[in-house]
């Protein structure tokens, strides 16, 4: 029986998700993008999930897609487009809507949709032995999985079209003083300082972690005038929570604030 391509595994409140591939270095096929999915829904509706961590087994974080894969198949079904809309694509919606926070731990190289599946975390480490090659060009093919989108927004458009363009690998340490993630670590505790952040963020208010993703959603397309205006309601919906009346309540004492569950 072969392993699945995707392992699923709770650690306290934090679900870790593994891709298994990595003889491909986990390239993405369609059965992979399916399961990953799977395992969105499966956390949000477990209400004793407060974070998502991902991350790729053996060398690599991922290649990318699977070209072999995508090789096989017959010409009639080698429609790119497509394969985006029906695999990729609700994949990428059900991360941005997500209302818990997701931790990337990128090992080894991240390349192609690799590298944009995981910049669609809300918190990316990396190892220092990591790389983010945008290696789209390589195979006449522009980038995807909302690269063109993620990229000049985290490390300004000049930076986007040069990593697109040229294809140059990107080391976990760069990308970090780019801003294009949070933090380069050593190779040897990855693992455990992404589970340490899932950690911190399972402890914050569950309700105050998905209404500000929320807002961080809409900014990109927002005004400042109407960013402002979406603050406002979201704060007054913030503001009636039990989570905010624990969390002034805990203020005032001087003691650490006890959390309600998630809605």
């Not at 870790?16 to 003889?23: F, G, V």
């Not at 999930?49 to 017959?74: H, K, M």
């Not at 697109?164 to 780019?178: K, Q, S, V």
């Amino acid at each position: 029986m072969s392993e699945p391509s995707l392992l699923v595994e709770r650690r306290g409140a934090v679900a870790l998700l593994t891709l298994n591939r990595p003889d491909r270095i986990n390239a993405f096929t369609p059965e992979l993008l399916a399961a990953i999915g799977d395992a969105f829904d499966a956390a949000v509706a477990d209400k004793s999930v407060r974070a998502i961590v991902i991350t790729g087994a053996g060398r690599g974080f991922c290649s990318g897609a699977d070209i072999f894969d995508y090789a096989a198949l017959p010409p009639e079904n080698r429609d790119i487009g497509r394969m985006l809309e029906t695999a990729y694509e609700p994949v990428v919606a059900k991360m941005r809507a997500c209302p818990l926070p997701i931790v990337a731990a990128v090992n080894g190289v991240a390349a192609g949709a690799g590298a944009n599946f995981a910049l669609l975390a809300d918190i990316v480490v990396a190892a220092r032995s990591a790389s983010f090659v945008e290696a789209f060009g390589r195979l006449g093919l522009i980038p995807d999985v909302g690269g063109t989108w993620t990229l000049p927004r985290l490390v300004g458009e000049a930076r986007a079209r040069a990593m697109c363009l040229l294809g140059d690998p990107l080391t976990a340490e760069a990308a970090a003083e780019w801003g294009l993630i949070w933090k380069a670590v050593d190779d040897d505790v990855l693992l455990g300082e992404a589970h340490t952040l899932a950690e911190r963020l399972t402890g914050q208010s569950a309700s105050a972690t998905a209404l500000t993703k929320a807002a961080f959603r809409e900014t990109a397309k927002n005004s400042f005038e109407d960013q402002i205006a979406l603050e406002r309601r979201l704060q007054s919906e913030a503001g009636a929570t039990a989570d905010h009346a624990e969390g002034a309540a805990a203020f005032i004492e001087k003691r650490a604030p006890t959390w309600g569950e998630r809605d």
